[in-house]
């Protein structure tokens, strides 16, 4: 069965700092990915998804993602990362016709 | 305003009781679901559905139930079986379940029994 593993469970970052957060998943086959947020209070929403055509996907808010499939890996990047970020971010995997695999999700805070 | 409603947004139960989560989805999908998110867990998928009339077990559907009897309704239950029924229960739909469709989500319901 597929498995997705978010290496980070809280990162800690200054303001205008630069962002990587890890997603690996262990199914070798195609793969769809996405990325889910979860901002304090609200529903979560997509970031970003990859399902074809060129591996690096940007989403909303400056965030991007590079799918590097011989690394079974999905990271997720942003260059610059602002106080509003703060959230909880989730790694998803969709593989064949059963529903998306969620890894355990990184909490990301960023202070001023 | 299209999108997905769950209530309530807090709920209160005793052990030993059933209870029953709405989630109402008026963007007209074909595929809910229902997740479970405890801290440091993510999201584990109790229950799923394609279609009307039909659903499939997730990955932790002991102690669940749900019914798909229209479109728009994708009701859980949580029932007196399940060991540790405190949680916080999303409930999401989207276009298909295959095919790269991006899932949205309710607000939640924060369960507790006590």
């Known amino acids: 069965a597929q498995s997705v593993s978010q290496h980070n469970h809280h990162v800690i970052l200054s303001e205008a700092a630069s962002l990587e957060l890890g997603c690996n998943y262990s199914?070798?086959?195609?793969?769809?990915l996405f990325w889910y947020v979860q901002y304090p209070g609200q529903h979560l929403q997509l970031l970003l998804k990859?399902?074809?055509?060129?591996?690096l996907v940007k989403g909303i808010k400056g965030f991007e993602a590079e799918f590097i499939k011989s690394k079974f890996s999905f990271n997720l990047r942003k260059p610059s990362v602002q106080w509003s970020d703060t959230a909880e971010y989730f790694c998803?995997?969709?593989?064949?016709?059963?529903?998306?695999?969620f890894g355990k999700g990184t909490r990301l805070s960023v202070i001023a | 305003d299209g999108g997905i409603t769950q209530s309530p947004k807090y709920l209160f139960r005793k052990e030993g009781q059933n209870v029953t989560l709405s989630c109402e989805q008026n963007?007209?999908?074909?595929?809910m679901y229902w997740y479970r998110q405890d801290p440091g867990q993510g999201l584990r998928l109790i229950y799923y559905?394609?279609?009307?009339?039909?659903?499939q077990k997730g990955d932790i559907a002991e102690g669940y139930s749900v019914s798909r009897e229209k479109k728009e309704s994708f009701p859980l239950t949580v029932t007196s079986a399940q060991k540790n029924p405190t949680a916080f229960y999303l409930c999401?739909?989207?276009?298909?379940?295959?095919?790269?469709?991006?899932?949205?989500f309710g607000p939640g319901t924060r369960l507790t029994v006590t």
């Open positions: 999401a739909s989207s276009l298909g379940l295959a095919g790269a469709y991006e899932q949205y």
């Open positions: 199914y070798g086959g195609t793969v769809n």
């Open positions: 990859y399902f074809s055509g060129d591996p």
């Open positions: 998803a995997v969709e593989s064949g016709n059963t529903p998306l695999v």
């Open positions: 963007l007209n999908h074909d595929a």
């Open positions: 559905s394609q279609i009307v009339n039909d659903f």
